[in-house]
């Protein structure tokens, strides 16, 4: 697909590093039931994390973002593991308290994060809107290929089947507390490695994008787009990174709109829109005219 | 098979169990009756590691269970049906059956994300183990059936078809003729049959004494969290303190 200008592509890079996060996020949410409030926090930490190797330590950027997933993914694994044995939403409180000491730390320890105002990060070997808009939508699609296989594969069924009904999972033989811990490990992975690009991608980070007002951000995408369905996490990615384009003016409501949209999807349509969409279309379809 | 000693649980100030031991030969059907309020499903509960005992201890083929999570107790061979449905609301009836059969598919993460063609075998052979099992159960005109769209006598059925799924060697149905017509508890009799003639041992928690009575080969007796009675049908049932405890004192 090409693009008219480098806004188009812009906001294009925008929505597919976002749809990553929304990906991971709705394997967590959608379908192992669990809720995380500081994704943005594992989407701060990749980013500050490969923006501190390649900054101030001379790291490639191509070293120091695995790097930093790989540190985001291990951080996920010793939080998630003791919290995912006990039953019930602990894991939101968790996360909640998790992202809020990542973004003060970001803000506060300005010798190596400068602090509020962020910091300037190294470029990746290739440059250019147009590279990256190809270098990101690969990885959008093989994101959406591998989390749908993960849905569809026995360990999918397990996932689902401990939403469903998590003493009759576990009277299968299903370890809810591991099946549980590698849904988020995984999407905290994702959330990092998108965290880590866009600092590459945009050249410079501030801590806002570590901020609980992003985490919501991310968690209302995965509501609005739909819960259990990939394809909704990457609408919901798309639709709520382009709305705040369009409406520029409204930056000061964006709180008040996300709120909004987060109770009126409750209300009108609670699997979301792509679910929603997916049934009214195929009953109109059975539908004798 | 299963041996359990001087099993206890306490909810708050209830003794829901309270110093039962038993033991479960392989190859049979055993019942565990008694009133409402008896202890049984906490029995059950305690048997499938669902819950942990305050006392006592579980050995299941030799090997030590006590205090292991559910998980382990499904992974050593024993399988369980519940009272109140626990079905996967979230999938259709194949699907339920698959994910009971978890133990026998477990495959990795890295697995799960690239599909090599050796799983994508594998989940054509689920399939189709599957569909053999709702068969089995004679369900399988509701194969692709949503399972929030089937109705309770079959759902009932689901929970046993996603249980022999596991392919346990105990199996543990908590009241499987509850809230079933005559005609759905004659068949539910005929398919208990059919899966101790695979060599499953079943251990019948059930009010239904006709099912009992015909189907047992041994029946224990709660009664206040306690064993009561032990023994062949015919014997507990023409037990007095049976019959005080089910009928009050003026039938003993």
């Known amino acids: ?289 | 098979m299963l041996r359990a000693a001087s099993l206890a649980k306490r909810f708050g100030g209830v003794r829901a169990v309270h110093d039962v031991t038993l033991e479960i030969a392989a190859g049979a059907v055993h019942s565990i009756i008694g009133p409402n309020g008896a202890g049984k499903t906490t029995l059950l509960n305690l048997l499938s590691g669902i819950e942990r005992p305050d006392l006592g201890e579980i050995h299941f083929d030799g090997a030590a269970l006590t205090g292991e999570p559910p998980h382990r107790f499904a992974a050593a061979g024993i399988g369980r049906t519940f009272q109140n449905l626990q079905i996967f609301f979230n999938m259709s009836a194949l699907e339920n059956v698959m994910a009971g059969a978890w133990l026998h598919q477990a495959c990795g993460l890295a697995a799960a994300l690239l599909r090599p063609p050796g799983l994508a075998r594998a989940e054509q052979r689920a399939r189709e183990e599957a569909q053999v099992l709702l068969e089995f159960v004679g369900l399988a005109r509701w194969t692709h059936a949503a399972s929030d769209a089937m109705p309770y006598g079959a759902l009932k059925r689901l929970e046993i078809a996603r249980a022999l799924a596991a392919r346990p060697r105990l199996l543990l149905l908590d009241e499987p003729a509850a809230g079933l017509n005559p005609t759905e508890a004659r068949e539910l009799d005929g398919l208990i049959r059919r899966i101790a003639a695979r060599g499953v041992t079943v251990v019948l928690v059930e009010h239904n004494m006709k099912l009992v009575m015909e189907l047992s080969q041994r029946v224990l007796v709660l009664h206040e969290g306690r064993k009561l009675a032990e023994g062949e049908p015919r014997q507990v049932s023409a037990d007095p303190a049976v019959l005080e405890a089910y009928l009050g004192a003026e039938h003993a």
């Open chain 1, 1 to 289: 697909m090409a693009l008219p200008n480098n806004y188009t592509y812009e906001v294009a890079i925008l929505v597919g590093l976002n749809a990553v996060v929304c990906v991971g996020l709705n394997l967590l949410v959608g379908y192992a039931g669990q809720i995380s409030l500081g994704h943005a926090g594992f989407f701060g930490l990749g980013a500050y994390g490969s923006g501190i190797l390649a900054a101030r330590y001379g790291w490639p950027p191509a070293l120091s973002l695995p790097a930093a997933v790989a540190g985001v993914a291990v951080l996920a694994w010793l939080v998630g593991r003791p919290i995912l044995r006990l039953r019930g939403h602990y894991l939101a409180m968790a996360t909640l308290g998790l992202g809020i000491i990542v973004s003060q730390v970001l803000a506060t320890e300005d010798r190596i994060t400068g602090g509020p105002d962020g910091m300037a990060v190294p470029a990746f070997f290739f440059t250019g809107e147009k590279a990256w808009y190809w270098v990101i939508a690969t990885l959008l699609v093989l994101t959406v290929w591998l989390a749908q296989n993960l849905i569809d594969s026995p360990r999918g069924r397990a996932l689902r089947a401990l939403h469903g009904a998590e003493t009759a999972a576990a009277a299968a033989g299903i370890d809810a507390a591991r099946h549980k811990l590698a849904a988020f490990v995984l999407s905290a992975a994702l959330a990092a490695l998108a965290g880590a690009l866009t600092a590459h991608y945009s050249g410079f980070i501030t801590p806002s994008k570590a901020s609980f007002l992003h985490s919501i951000e991310l968690v209302t995408m995965v509501v609005f787009g739909g819960m259990a369905s990939t394809f909704g996490a990457v609408v919901g990615a798309a639709v709520l990174t382009t709305l705040p384009q369009l409406l520029a003016g409204f930056k000061d409501y964006e709180l008040v709109a996300l709120g909004a949209l987060m109770m009126l999807t409750m209300i009108f349509m609670p699997r979301g829109l792509v679910p929603t969409l997916e049934s009214a279309f195929h009953a109109a379809r059975r539908k004798p005219r």
